[in-house]
T-cell receptor, first 111, second 115 residues
Framework: QKEVEQNSGPLSVPEGAIASLNCTYSDRGSQSFFWYRQYSGKSPELIMSIYSNGDKEDGRFTAQLNKASQYVSLLIRDSQPSDSATYLCAVNDYGNNRLAFGKGNQVVVIP | DAGVTQSPTHLIKTRGQQVTLRCSPKSGHDTVSWYQQALGQGPQFIFQYYEEEERQRGNFPDRFSGHQFPNYSSELNVNALLLGDSALYLC??????????????FGPGTRLTVT
């Protein structure tokens, strides 16, 4: 059974700072990795996808993948109050197309 | 370009009743996956439909069933509702052969409350 762990508690960051989120996964066969943002009472919104080792940047977001260590991370630069949300890490196998999610990490950006 | 749509938005049912939730995928997508999200948890995979067939199934009982129509829209049916079925039900659509990872896009969800 594929397991995805996001084991840090709520993260409070001052506005303008960098928020760093980590995620580990158990299945070495996992090939696709995603970060979703979920505002309270809303559905998850895809913000980043990464498939190869290394960094991928999109605006203020950077995803980092290390398959050897089985972790994926998300950095949010210049954090804004609008970034306050729960961030969900998800993984799947190429060709499988069923996502396994972590429990999510709540981020609170303090103005 | 219309995104994923779901109906209804909210639903209140009584234990033992049956419920049907509906989903229309994003334009150009042909695969629909259903997830259940309990409060404070990540979404859990229920099943996935492609070409009108259930292709994959998660660890959910047979009370959960589904269907996909020729226009790619989908329904999720839950029979004999239990209090523990109260959750946010999410539909996600994707396109086969789309890029490397079959990115899935979620609809707004249906909040089901069982009393």
């Amino acid at each position: 059974q594929k397991e995805v762990e996001q084991n840090s508690g709520p993260l409070s960051v001052p506005e303008g700072a960098i928020a760093s989120l980590n995620c580990t996964y158990s299945d070495r066969g996992s090939q696709s990795f995603f970060w979703y943002r979920q505002y309270s009472g809303k559905s998850p919104e895809l913000i980043m996808s990464i498939y190869s080792n290394g960094d991928k940047e999109d605006g203020r977001f950077t995803a980092q993948l290390n398959k050897a260590s089985q972790y994926v991370s998300l950095l949010i630069r210049d954090s804004q109050p609008s970034d306050s949300a729960t961030y969900l890490c998800a993984v799947n196998d190429y060709g499988n197309n069923r996502l396994a999610f972590g429990k999510g990490n709540q981020v609170v950006v303090i103005p | 370009d219309a995104g994923v749509t779901q109906s209804p938005t909210h639903l209140i049912k009584t234990r033992g009743q049956q419920v049907t939730l509906r989903c229309s995928p994003k334009s150009g997508h042909d695969t629909v996956s259903w997830y259940q999200q309990a409060l404070g948890q990540g979404p859990q995979f229920i099943f996935q439909y492609y070409e009108e067939e259930e292709r994959q199934r998660g660890n959910f009982p047979d009370r959960f069933s589904g269907h996909q129509f020729p226009n790619y829209s989908s329904e999720l049916n839950v029979n004999a509702l239990l209090l523990g079925d109260s959750a946010l039900y999410l539909c996600a659509s994707s396109a086969t052969g789309q890029g490397e990872g079959h990115e899935q896009y979620f609809g707004p969800g249906t909040r089901l409350t069982v009393t």
